[in-house]
């Protein structure tokens, strides 16, 4: 699996007075078995770049290539393509629309044109890997708690086998404890699955938890493509100047730092602070 | 797509049409529509157009962002230019087959058709210069009167601008959620009537669940903030008269004038 994007602009109400670029020649890599991090301010185009990965938006200027073959060709079979590049909208619970949710795991793999016994089974996979109990597979999806519904909503992507999987701001509006059981599905996804992972996200902490490399946009640009200990490390003006920010635990190390005591300017998730902070105590 | 249509739209400049109450672009339009149907031969066309264009041209809006949406009706158009042109009996110019094109057919077609583009371009002016928010306030205050024979002007008003601004945010809407189940493999675009219809539901399900979850969430804001109806309730800019507004209204009252008389008078010189 390799997907490579190659200087891919995107302008919204193009050729008008009104014209504004969403995405200004960006150009990235997705190797195999990659967990990524895409952040950025609401605005950044970082929505508008994803859709463009698996044919939902029509390229204008650049290329995207799957696997060896330009999608951005005018003979390329784009519905077929759209269910191996498998995407989760943000808020996805608002796309359920089937009676019961098996069913709406369902509507994905039927789409396929798969039989039915096959569709089942990978509805029932689907289901089984977000942790959905067998009880509630016959309840209406409006039933659920939010945290519940968004992972249905995921199941329904999964169940396509997808051979990458991006993710727009799936914790966005969950309260904490919804947050962290889709965060630790997404790294089992990944663990198991063992398929590339774009995570969009503006929570710095969430990135530089799971993301081994990250992407940061900036109106419309890819400004960094290292990974997330580089660029927490070597940008945190730069970031702050954008709006966005390094993570709290690495706020934390600069404190120290300011005060004197020799904490590590490079720590930036939760366990490597309390491990800073353990040898510093010591 | 859905984008593309401009009927009914607002567009934002600064111009006196722009600032003109709404009342009497109200009022403006409707004698506008009125005086189209107060004339019978190619004189008073003269008059309505140099008002038009001169209400184009104080509008400041380009005159190709007006046309386009012209596009949404020319299909009823050239239906109503095609029945005309061959259904009005008079003196035959050709014929063929089983149709024939009168002399009167002719003109007639054309006045139909001048006066339906002049309908939709003048009834487009007001809504490009006002917004939708402005629409409302004035109709509900040219039409407060009418509270007084318990027509609940208020809330129709209310009613109006609540469904006006919700048009952008279910367009927005329907365009995520087409793009999420496109995502999931739907396919908007083939198949015969009956099964584009069919796969129009998982569109139409989270929409219809979206559109109900939002006006509940606006209901309940509207209540939170002890909104109970148009009894006793002031405005933050409440419609005021200008000088400008004076204008407007003499200068309709001129046009309508002219558009009675300056069609019978030249008919009547052309007769002698």
Redesign the interface.
């Known amino acids: 699996m390799s997907l490579i994007v190659n200087h891919v602009s995107y302008y919204y109400n193009r050729n008008t007075a009104m014209q504004s670029k969403a995405v200004d020649d960006v150009s990235f890599v997705v190797q195999d078995g990659e967990f990524i991090g895409l952040i950025g301010q609401t605005g950044s185009g970082k929505s508008t770049l994803v859709q463009h990965l698996n044919g939902l938006i029509k390229t204008q200027e650049g290329q995207i290539c799957f696997n060896g073959e330009d999608i951005t060709d005018s003979d390329f079979d784009l519905r077929a393509f759209r269910s191996r590049v498998g995407l989760v909208f943000q808020y996805p619970e608002h796309q359920l629309f089937e009676e019961d949710v098996f069913s709406d795991v369902c509507f994905g793999p039927r789409n396929l044109g798969l039989t039915k016994s096959e569709v089942e089974l990978r509805a029932y996979e689907a289901l089984k890997q977000v942790g959905i109990a067998d009880e509630s597979f016959y309840q209406s999806p409006f039933d659920l708690s939010g945290g519940e519904k968004r992972r249905v909503a995921i199941a329904g992507v999964l169940a396509m086998k997808p051979e990458v999987l991006i993710l727009d701001e799936p914790t966005a509006g969950l309260d904490p404890r919804g947050r962290d059981e889709i965060l630790s599905l997404i790294r089992k996804l990944h663990d198991q699955n063992n398929i590339p992972i774009i995570l969009v996200s503006h929570s710095m902490d969430d990135v530089a938890e799971y993301a081994v490399s990250l992407l940061v946009m900036h109106d419309g640009k890819l400004v960094y493509d290292d990974s997330p200990r580089n660029v927490f490390a070597e940008h945190r003006t730069e970031l702050e100047e954008m709006g966005l920010s390094v993570p709290e635990v690495n706020k934390i190390m600069h404190l120290l730092r300011e005060k004197g005591i020799p904490a590590p300017a490079d720590a930036i998730t939760i366990k490597e602070g309390v491990e800073a902070c353990l040898e510093i105590l010591r | 797509m859905l984008r593309d249509i401009t009927l009914g739209q607002y567009y934002q400049t600064e111009s006196v049409l722009h600032r003109l109450d709404p009342r009497v672009k109200l009022m403006g339009t409707l004698v506008f529509l009125i005086s189209l149907f107060l004339f019978q031969n190619f004189t008073g066309y003269i008059v309505a157009t140099l008002f038009l264009v001169s209400m184009i041209a104080l509008s400041r809006v380009p005159v190709s962002f007006m046309f386009k949406g012209l596009k949404a009706v020319i299909i009823l158009l050239m239906i109503t230019v095609l029945i005309n042109l061959f259904a009005t009996p008079g003196e035959t110019v050709v014929s063929f087959w089983k149709l024939t094109i009168t002399k009167e057919g002719i003109y007639t077609a054309l006045f139909m058709m001048f006066r339906l583009i002049y309908l939709i371009i003048g009834s487009s002016i007001m809504t490009l210069t006002t917004t939708p928010g402005n629409l409302t306030d004035g109709m509900e205050k040219a039409l407060s009167p009418l509270s007084h024979i318990r027509v609940p002007v208020h809330e129709i008003a209310m009613m109006m601008s609540i469904a006006l601004s919700f048009i952008p945010i279910l367009l927005d809407e329907t365009d995520?959620?087409m793009?999420?189940?496109?995502?999931?493999?739907?396919?908007f675009e083939s198949g015969n009537i009956f099964r584009r219809v069919k796969n129009m539901?998982?569109l139409l399900?989270?929409l219809f669940?979206?559109a109900f979850r939002r006006a509940n969430d606006l209901a309940l804001a509207m209540e939170a903030r002890c909104y109970r109806g148009g009894s006793g309730r002031t405005k933050m800019k409440p419609l005021k008269y200008h000088l400008r507004d004076l204008a407007g209204y003499v200068i309709l009252a001129v046009y309508l004038a002219a558009i009675i008389v300056v069609p019978r008078v030249v008919d009547k010189i052309f007769v002698q």
């Not at chain 2, 999420?180 to 396919?187: I, K, L, P, T, V």
């Open positions: 995520k959620i793009k999420a189940q496109m995502a999931r493999g739907a396919d539901v998982p399900v989270p669940i979206s």
